[in-house]
């Protein structure tokens, strides 16, 4: 069984920072590409970035030159840097995980962290 854990988000005034990380666990014998999702009030689930083991990366065109994403494949651990913040980041940011794991390779999510942006 695999755990995504996702921390770092909290309250935040527009035009500032954070840095989300998304610790994975288990029984995993190599993470493939990871990703950043965030779903507001009301609206669909949407990508934000997505990393893939080797290090490329891909952003949505709302947070290009604002949001770092990296990771550390020694740790499974997945960050997204959040810089220059505005009120319309305000949502749920779920990571999720592609994982080989025993029997195949399966994506697993995370439970999410809110972040919320102040104006």
């Known amino acids: 069984q695999v755990q995504l854990v996702e921390s770092g988000g909290g309250l935040v005034q527009a035009g500032g920072s954070l840095r989300l990380s998304c610790a994975a666990s288990?029984?995993?014998?190599?993470?493939?590409?990871m990703g950043w999702y965030r779903q507001a009030p009301g609206k669909q689930r949407e990508l934000v970035a997505t990393?893939?083991?080797?290090?490329?990366?891909n952003y949505a065109d709302s947070v290009k030159g604002r949001f770092t994403i990296s990771r550390d494949n020694a740790k499974n651990t997945m960050y997204l840097q959040m810089n220059s913040l505005k009120p319309e980041d305000t949502a749920v940011y779920s990571c999720?995980?592609?994982?080989?794991?025993?029997?195949?390779?399966?994506?697993?999510w995370g439970q999410g962290t809110q972040v919320t942006v102040s104006s």
């Open positions: 288990g029984s995993i014998f190599s993470i493939n590409a």
């Open positions: 999720n995980a592609n994982a080989d794991v025993r029997g195949g390779s399966l994506i697993y």
């Open positions: 990393i893939t083991r080797r290090g490329n990366t």
